[in-house]
């Protein structure tokens, strides 16, 4: 016979299997519901594996055993969306290295609460079989992609040496419309943007006439199509070609009362990314956004590191801060639209200077409300609005029963207090608490304080010798190969070996990345920069090479270099064996980036490598080299 626990246990379960207890409850808290902006106080939420089966008062006993997740004194709300950022940036500055790997950007979004995140422009070579691998793994947000983005040739979306589709027909509509839906994406995302505000001159955009091609491609392929705008104008143009969000606000002119009507008429949602301009300027009227602890424990420490170290004087001139890109206006904006009935969507732009992944949507809801709109509405937006945005609602968005337990825990009331949304303290994704701990652990690591070790003294003159048959070098780390293929379009190719004492690099330099084609290997003598080696008692690099005549390069990696401005100097590797030496007073910053006085103190590893220069030019083709030894000389 059933007993009276079982009974009891079965009500609460109403929504799910009455022979299946629940694997994780969430216990204590007010649970948020956003279709209606409201919550409900002392609710527990019962999950079965990946679903939520129901909600009831704290007072239903949960059972022996079941793991509890413990909300007394915190909200629990549906997972957030982000539904535009580029994962393959990371948001620290505008010169800042901070090249960390898209999964990395995907742990700071799931740290911060941010379930779902959607990448709309992408290297269509990677960024789908990470979309594919961020649904199974607990420990990354759940992407969605929309590839390439069709834009005009030359126009916005080229620039970035990402392969953009470049359409100037119908027909050339068609043909990489059917390109684009053999990687099956999620989303498509069209361009319409003429430029010439903010300095910005003038560039060429697709007519009325090819952005109603794409739309009607992605409807026929039951694809939302996402919509780059800023102008007033150009948000008609997109909503006329059925676009099923504005994937920017409009900053530059106020929302007539006849495109408000269009958009809800036509069921065109609107995702302002307020963030990627606010950042900004706010940071220029030294009201810098992402001050708070959650910032340091969700980020890699070179994207905290350079949030924090901005100069507000060296954003003054970024399009971003300019006043033509009005605050007020897009405040206003976004209030109009929302008292119009219009779906509002939450969207940042992450990974565009100053917006980094997580902590960037964190912000934005706190500027939804500084634009007028509640603290419920704002949630609604980045949760079931949002979802249905996507086309998701019928599994995310919400914490009703039969939905995907995508659950974020804040301590306080953000219905009260939109900045609650920082305090995040626990993350559930498919039914599985996320390991924030260790995400902050490991971020934690790598911002450790670097040691370092004198050349001569506690490691040898000589870097490498090459006599152990492997990879590894003598001062740490190890050798690896590094190509223009980790850079937009880049093509080329290398592999590596030691044999016989000799390190040897086989590759094909390949057009492709702009920015000059680069095929070599890398050391670094620990993998987050935090061993440096002083070779200040040394005055030169010297080594012995043979390989295929043609342009190479030395870099030496410091500590005090944080963005891309490399010291680099030529080496003439020729056929036949013969010693190089390399001065150190040879070496000269190569790149972009804040200028630093050459020092010796803060080597953190080498990169020897064929190089092109930027703009195509250079040697193309097979190469390989060979290097016998690698020391320092006095």
């Known amino acids: 016979m059933m007993t009276l626990f079982r009974l009891v246990l079965c009500a609460a379960l109403a929504a799910g299997s009455n022979d299946d207890a629940p694997t994780l409850v969430v216990r204590g808290g007010r649970l948020f519901d956003p279709a209606t902006g409201t919550s409900r106080e002392n609710a527990q939420l019962f999950v079965r594996g990946e679903t939520i089966v129901g909600s009831r008062d704290a007072s239903v006993p949960v059972p022996d055993g079941v793991p509890v997740i413990d909300a007394a004194g915190c909200t629990i709300l549906p997972g957030f969306f982000d539904l535009h950022v580029h994962v393959a940036v990371s948001g620290a500055g505008f010169t800042a290295r901070g090249m960390v790997a898209p999964e990395e950007n995907l742990a700071s979004h799931l740290y911060c609460g941010v379930t779902h995140v959607v990448d709309l422009h992408g290297d269509q070579r990677t960024i789908f079989a990470l979309r594919d691998r961020s649904r199974t793994d607990p420990s990354l947000a759940r992407l969605y992609a929309a590839g390439a983005a069709f834009t005009a040739p030359g126009g916005h979306g080229t620039q970035f040496g990402v392969g ?84 920017h606000g409009v900053f530059l002119g106020p929302v007539a009362p006849d495109l408000a009507r269009a958009m809800k008429a036509n069921g065109t949602a609107y995702v302002p990314t307020l963030a990627v301009v606010l950042a900004s300027q706010r940071t220029v009227a030294a009201k810098p956004p992402y001050g708070r602890p959650l910032v340091s424990r969700a980020l890699h420490p070179d994207v905290s590191g350079a949030l924090a170290a901005i100069d507000p004087a060296t954003l003054q001139f970024s399009p971003m801060s300019h006043p033509d890109l009005d605050g007020a206006v897009a405040f206003a904006n976004l209030k109009a639209l929302a008292e119009a009935g219009v779906e509002i969507g939450l969207g940042t732009d992450a990974g565009n200077p100053l917006v980094p992944h997580g902590p960037g949507a964190l912000f934005e809801m706190q500027l939804y409300v500084d634009a007028g709109l509640s603290p ?197 590797i020729e056929d036949e064996w013969k010693e190089i030496e390399i001065p150190f007073d040879s070496m000269k910053q190569i790149g972009f980036g804040k200028p630093v006085p050459w020092s010796a103190g803060d080597v953190v590893g080498l990169e020897i490598e064929a190089r092109n220069p930027p703009m195509g030019g250079g040697v193309f083709g097979p190469f390989e080299f060979e290097i016998d030894w690698v020391a320092l000389v006095k």
């Not at 295929?548 to 500590?559: A, D, F, Q």
């Open 164 to 247: 953009a589709n470049t359409v100037a027909s119908d027909d050339e509509v068609k043909s990489r419309f059917d390109a684009l839906l053999e990687k099956k994406p999620d989303v498509a995302k069209v361009i319409v943007e003429h430029g010439g505000w903010g300095g910005l001159g003038a560039m060429p955009t697709l007519s009325p006439e090819l952005v109603a091609a794409v739309g009607a491609r992605a409807r026929s392929a039951n694809l939302p199509l996402f919509a780059h705008i800023w102008s007033a104008e150009e948000a008609a143009v997109a909503v006329s070609a059925g676009a099923r969000a504005l994937a």
């Open 376 to 572: 419920a509405r704002t949630l609604s937006a980045a949760t079931i609005g949002s979802a249905r945005i996507l086309g998701v609602s019928d599994r995310f968005g919400s914490l009703d029963p039969g939905k995907v337990a995508d659950v974020v825990i804040v301590r306080g009331d953000p219905l009260a207090s939109i900045s609650d949304v920082w305090n995040v303290e626990h993350v559930v994704k498919a039914g599985r608490p996320v390991d924030r701990e260790e995400i902050a652990a490991r971020n934690a690591a790598r911002a450790k304080e670097a040691s370092v070790r004198v050349a001569g003294k506690d490691v040898p003159a000589t870097v490498d010798w090459f006599d152990d048959g492997d990879l590894t070098c003598d001062w740490g780390g190890a050798w690896t190969v590094t190509t223009d293929g980790a850079a937009p379009n880049g093509e080329s190719t290398a592999k590596a070996s030691v044999a016989e004492g000799r390190l040897r690099v086989e590759g094909e330099m390949k057009k492709g990345f702009a920015w000059g084609a680069w095929a070599g290997v890398v050391v670094q003598w620990e993998e987050n920069r935090k061993v440096l080696v002083d070779a200040t008692p040394f005055r030169a690099l010297k080594m012995r090479v043979r390989g295929t005549k043609r342009p190479y390069t030395l870099t030496i990696h410091r500590e005090a270099v944080t963005d891309f401005n490399f010291f680099t100097a030529a080496i003439p």
